[in-house]
């Protein structure tokens, strides 16, 4: 059974109790993913992060969720490209709005 390296370093160390939050949705770990999801799901990860993205989300359910709530995002982006290298006038708009 394939384990990602993260996950046993983390296993004996949190068993403490913290309030009774539910910690399931967004563990601490996933704080330093998070915002990194949106970057690899436009392809704006170095190759390196790439990588390490994609095991994170091998082992976690939550950020993989996050992932494919983003890939419409994706999808729109390409289209938007392939738009704008069609469409001068869409494509001065964008210049101006950078
Ligand atoms: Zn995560
Ligand atoms: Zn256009």
Redesign the pocket.
């Given at each position: 059974m394939p384990q990602g390296p993260a996950r046993s370093a983390r296993e004996g160390a949190g068993a403490g109790k913290s309030g009774g939050r539910k910690q399931e949705k967004m563990n601490r770990e996933c704080d330093r993913w998070r915002p990194d999801v949106a970057l690899y799901v436009i392809g704006a990860l170095e190759a390196e992060e790439r990588a390490a993205m994609r095991w994170h989300l091998l082992s976690c359910p939550a950020c993989r969720a996050e992932y494919e709530e983003l890939l419409p995002v994706r999808d729109w982006l390409d289209q938007t490209r392939q738009?704008?290298a069609s469409?001068r006038?869409?494509r001065d708009d964008y210049r101006a709005f950078l």
């Open positions: 738009h704008l469409c006038a869409c």
